[in-house]
Every structure is written in C-alpha cells, then in structure tokens.
C-alpha cells in the first residue's frame, strides 16, 4: 500500500516507521520548507511493545521521504491524518479537494460530532482511529517513545467498509492487533475527557510527566476524570457502552490510584510515554482542557477540579476559556 503520513509529527513518524516496516510505500507530507529543516532521516529511540510485553528498545536512524505538494491526481491508497483535535478541521480543508483515490484515517483526538469534524471530507473516504502509542521529540530531535500492540478502530454504528478494512488489514500487517470500537464517536468522547482529567492534574504541576510515580496527583487526576462523567451522560454518551474505558474513573481511587503511580515509575514503556510528555508549552493539553471546560459550562455540568486547574490552561491574560 502506498501510503501518506499528514505531517510529521510523533505519531504520524511511529506508525510509519512501522508501516514501513511490514513493507508499505510510506512518505511525509509536510509544510513547504520544513523538508530542509527536518533533513532526510528521523533518530527513533523506541520501546516497540508489539511482541515482548517489556518492549524492546529501537534505537536507528531512520530514513525519510517528505513531499511538500499534493496534487489531487496523487496515487496514495491511504493518507493518514493524526493531528491534535483543534487543527483538525483546517487539516480536513486543505485534504478535502487533494483526497484523490486515497482513504483518509483520522487518527486521533475528537471532541465535536466526528462527521462536522471532518468538514467537507468524503465521508464514504473516511475510516477512524485512535493509536496506541506517544512520545515527544527530545532538545537533540530524537523521537523518543513507545509503540504498544495494539491500535483503536471504529465505525459510526455500521460495519467497517471495504476501505476500512483495507486500512485495518495493513496495520494488521505492521504487527498490530486491532481493538474494534462499534461506537467510536462515544469512545473518542470519553477518551477526550479522560485526558482532560488527567491533562489538567498535569497542568497543574507544570506537565503531565510530573504525575509519573504520584498516587497523589493521579488520585484528584482519576476524579477530575469522574467528575466528567455527567458531562459526557449530557452529550448523550450511552456509559454502559464503555464500562471498561471508564473503569479506572469509577474504580476506588484507594486501588487505582497507587496502581498507576507504580505502573508509570516501573514499567518501562508507560514509564516513557509520561516522561516525554514533559513540554511544559504544549498546546494540546490545554486545548483539550479548553475545550472540555466550556462544554461543560455551555451544558450547566459542575466540573470543580476542572475549574480549579484553569489557571494554567486559561488563554494568556484571563481566566476564562
């Protein structure tokens, strides 16, 4: 499969580095003149965790191909868009008259209804996805971060079209085991506000790599998240659905709590996905606070934990989101 990563971020280099891998056609898209800038190769230092449960560590030097244009008579059979939520739309615009024959696969974050996201994108072009996997660019532009099993696809309350299964198939090829979402639209909502949960404690002391090894601080992190779950009944999320995905917000924080402090200071690939998260100027995190926060607000749904951290997710020069 000829594929096209959209930009070059983290996400956007680990998975295609591991499309790569298993044998697929893979370039970078990315903005005119950064081609120069980024050189022809990406230093990787990963812990691939798709067949040893520990990982094993990656570290190569790994060469590249960008593209600065997008004609819409491109030959890509797919185009993988993994952006942060709050660009996604002008990312969809500039794709929408460049999709050529490809398959789009949003791959990440999404807080609005997933078919306004998209804007003027085919929708029957369209597969969705979240991955597994994170990491961050260290001062020397290394990409530092972890690869897990697995990766998240799901459907709008349909089965997965030919496209999607396509695209499920060559990331099957990579080595993933693919996790089915049904109601992918509600899954991505509570994954969107569990980061909010635990992006806000993060914010608070400065990142989220600051929560690694503190029962404390993931303790008002898991009730953050908890107090989010009568936003996300607003919204009209059917929780029964995602029983698992909520658990660790329902679960006793006596229990969960010490369970993730250990599990982020010892276990080696949770361990680095937090550490590389430590960009203290991030914008994602505090968009994804933003965003919550005035959903939360426009619906009348008390979040105190959550408007006790927007201090340090607030706009530069006031309060408010």
Known sequence: MKILMFGRGVIATIYGW??????????????????????????????????????????????????????????????????????LTEAAAFLAPRVGQATVLVFGNL?????????????????WGFPQAGG????????????????VFGTLGRPPT???????????EAGLRIKERPDFRGWMWVHFASDAGMFSQGLRLGSLSELAGSTRDFREALLAGRELLPLLQARGVDLRRHRGGLLPFRAPTWLTAPTLAWLTAHVTPIRVNFATHSDP?????????????????????????????????????????
């Open 162 to 172: 030919d496209r999607e299964l396509a695209v499920r198939q060559a990331f099957r």
């Open 136 to 151: 961050g660019f260290d001062a020397d532009g290394v990409l530092c971060g972890a690869l897990l099993p697995s990766v």
């Open 18 to 87: 591991a499309l790569h891998q298993a044998g697929h056609d893979v370039e970078f898209y990315v903005r005119p003149g950064r081609a120069a800038v980024y050189g022809d190769a990406v230093d990787l230092d990963l812990f691939d965790v798709r067949r040893r449960v520990w990982g094993q560590r990656v570290v190569e030097k790994w060469p590249v191909r960008y593209r600065e244009a997008l004609e819409p008579d491109h030959d890509f059979d797919l185009i993988v868009l993994s952006v942060p939520h709050h660009r």
């Open 281 to 321: 100027d991030a914008e994602e995190p505090r968009e994804i606070c933003r965003d919550t926060l005035a959903e939360a607000r426009r619906l009348g749904i008390s979040v105190p934990r959550l408007e006790a951290a927007e201090p340090h997710f607030a706009r530069e020069g006031t309060g408010r989101v």
């Open 111 to 127: 807080w609005t209804e997933p078919t306004a996201a998209i804007g003027a994108l085919p929708l029957d072009r369209i597969a």
